[in-house]
């Protein structure tokens, strides 16, 4: 157990819908990153927070959104969901905001658009 | 429809053996590289993690080695376990700001 929670696990929606997906870090890390693994892409980094504040942007759409509140848990909202946006979102977290550490994953959200 | 995946690399080994799983890296100014492992269902799990400034890092039954001259990482696993079955990643810090991730080897464990 990487100590990092993600709910929910599953979501099934529709295409132009909206969803948010939700990160806890493990207890003391600072930093969430949000990452996208899809089958034809591997894993791909979206953004990364550090105390609440946005550290660093990836390949994130601009229909993708991030925040990282007070109580360092994060929120990854998703809007206008196309058939393509189907996949596992993933979620890490780290002491600090540096990357030249470990960053611990939780199990993932998988997104399945109809 | 059909839908296309990632033609990972495989690779086979009997429980017991050793396994080496092979990473190139882009980057030639890369600092901080890691391996993670992930199972099915399961998020990437970090394994363990190397700095350029270093050749080889050992941990547990697992080693990885950097080769900066030819851009190259290894994991090295010893004595094989049906455990070990998983798709193994390696990332380098590419940028100041972001982790870069390989496509993965799919490690199978025969018994």
């Known amino acids: 157990d990487s100590g990092v929670t993600q709910t929910p696990k599953h979501l099934i929606t529709a295409t132009g819908q909206r969803v948010t997906l939700r990160c806890s870090p493990r207890?003391?890390?600072?930093?969430v990153y949000w990452y996208q693994q899809s089958l034809d892409q591997g894993l791909q980094f979206l953004i990364h927070?550090?105390?609440?504040?946005?550290?660093a942007k990836g390949n994130i759409l601009e229909r993708f959104s991030a925040q990282q509140f007070p109580d360092l848990h994060s929120e990854l909202n998703l809007s206008s969901l196309e058939l393509g946006d189907s996949a596992l979102y993933f979620c890490?977290?780290?002491?600090?905001?540096?990357?030249?550490?470990?960053?611990?994953f939780g199990d993932g959200t998988r997104l399945s658009i109809l | 429809g059909e839908s296309v995946g990632l033609h990972l690399p495989t690779l086979s080994v009997q429980e017991g053996d050793n396994s080496i799983i092979n990473c190139a890296y882009s980057?030639?100014?890369?600092?901080?590289f890691i391996w993670y492992k992930q199972e099915s269902g399961k998020g990437p799990q970090f394994i363990i993690d190397i700095r350029s400034n270093m050749d080889k890092r050992q941990g547990q039954r697992v080693t990885v080695l950097l080769n900066k001259t030819v851009k190259h990482l290894s994991l090295q696993i010893a004595a094989t376990q049906p455990g070990d079955s998983a798709v193994y990643f390696c990332?380098?810090?590419?940028?100041?700001?972001?982790?870069?991730f390989g496509s993965g080897t799919q490690l199978t464990v025969l018994p």
């Open positions: 927070y550090y105390n609440g504040e946005e550290r």
């Open positions: 207890s003391g890390d600072l930093s």
């Open positions: 980057n030639s100014a890369s600092d901080y």
């Open positions: 890490a977290s780290s002491a600090s905001s540096g990357v030249n550490q470990p960053q611990h």
């Open positions: 990332a380098e810090k590419a940028s100041a700001r972001q982790l870069t």
